[in-house]
Structure formats: structure tokens, C-alpha cells
């Protein structure tokens, strides 16, 4: 499989989400946009549904790898966790701010495979803030942060940026916070 094309072909598919959504988004469409072959499509995906899965596979790498860099600095454990929090907010928000749909809304025919998916992925970033602090504070953290995601809000009832920043790190500072106060902070 040639990178160049899946990475060209998930690009194509996260525009297309945000402009057609994706009962209306085609293989065909997708081809296009990329500027591809529709055999090439097939080539990298079985199917649309496993290109738009590859986008959401892809966004969840970059939390992840953000994550993972900000686990990595010198910077104070309280510091660390509330950047990693925010990073699993915001590298989420900037990949569908051009969405007007929640991911739930957008992707509601694969939402059987979504929630499977989503576990995954949380255990994911569980595991890697778990390296900060005790795996059910990390469990904890993240489901607490559960609701500024882009799963079942859109960005615009999430709000814009700043108001959204601001909302989560009001929460973020008092779990934060708390996690101090309890001592959980090795």
C-alpha cells in the first residue's frame, strides 16, 4: 500500500465528511478528491467505511503522539497531566472543526464500530497518562473529560475555540487540582 495515496485518500475523506458528510461521501468522491484512481482507493481500502474508520484511527495516533510528547517533558507531573488532558480535547477539536455535525451524527451508521473503537482508544490514552499517575486516576481523568469531545457535540455546540479552552480547563484545573490534593501525583 503507497502511503502517499492512503494519506492523500484520508485527507480527501476528512473534507469530504465536513462538506457531504458521509452517507452522501462516495468512493468515487473520495478518488476524486484525492485526485486518484477509484482502483487505487481499493487499494488502500476495502471500502469508504474503512477510509473514514482511517481517519478517525489517524486522529486519535495524533492525541495519542501528543500525549506521549508532552508525557516525555521535564515539566512538573500536575503540569504534564493537564497539557496531556487538554491535547486529547484540542488535537480532536482542530480535526473536525470544519465538521458541522458531531462525529456521532456524522457517523451514525458506523456507530456500532465508532463505540467499539472509542473503548480502544480511551484505553490508549488511559495507558499513557497512566505512566503519571494510577491507572484509575488516569481512567478517571479521561472519562471525565469525556464531554468536551467532538463525539456527540459538533465544534459549533461545542462552542469556538476560547470559550471551548476556557470551559475545559476549568474542569481540567480542579481534576488536577484534586489529583494534588489526594497525593496521586507520582
Do not use: W
Not at 489517524?58 to 515539566?75: G, K, L, N, P, Q
Not at 497512566?130 to 472519562?143: D, E, G, I, N, S
Amino acid at each position: 500500500m503507497n502511503d502517499l495515496h492512503r494519506t492523500r485518500i484520508l485527507d480527501a475523506a476528512e473534507r469530504l465528511l465536513g462538506r457531504y458528510g458521509y452517507k452522501k461521501m462516495t468512493v468515487a468522491d473520495l478518488a476524486a478528491e484525492a485526485g486518484i484512481g477509484k482502483g487505487t482507493v481499493y487499494l488502500s481500502f476495502r471500502s469508504k467505511e474503512e477510509a473514514v474508520l482511517g481517519t478517525v484511527e489517524r486522529m486519535i495516533d495524533e492525541v495519542c503522539d501528543e500525549m506521549e510528547r508532552i508525557a516525555a517533558t521535564d515539566a512538573p507531573v500536575p503540569e504534564r497531566v493537564r497539557a496531556m488532558l487538554m491535547a486529547r480535547i484540542f488535537v480532536r477539536f482542530e480535526r473536525v472543526s470544519g465538521y458541522r455535525e458531531s462525529l456521532h451524527d456524522l457517523l451514525g451508521s458506523l456507530r456500532p464500530t465508532l463505540v467499539e473503537r472509542r473503548g480502544k482508544h480511551f484505553e490508549r490514552e488511559t495507558d499513557i497518562l497512566a505512566k503519571l499517575v494510577p491507572r484509575r486516576t488516569a481512567r478517571a481523568l479521561v472519562m471525565a473529560t469525556y464531554f468536551f469531545l467532538p463525539y456527540a457535540l459538533s465544534p459549533t455546540e461545542l462552542g469556538d475555540r476560547r470559550k471551548l479552552q476556557r470551559d475545559a480547563a476549568d474542569v481540567i484545573d480542579l481534576l488536577v487540582a484534586a489529583i494534588n490534593v489526594k497525593g496521586d501525583n507520582r
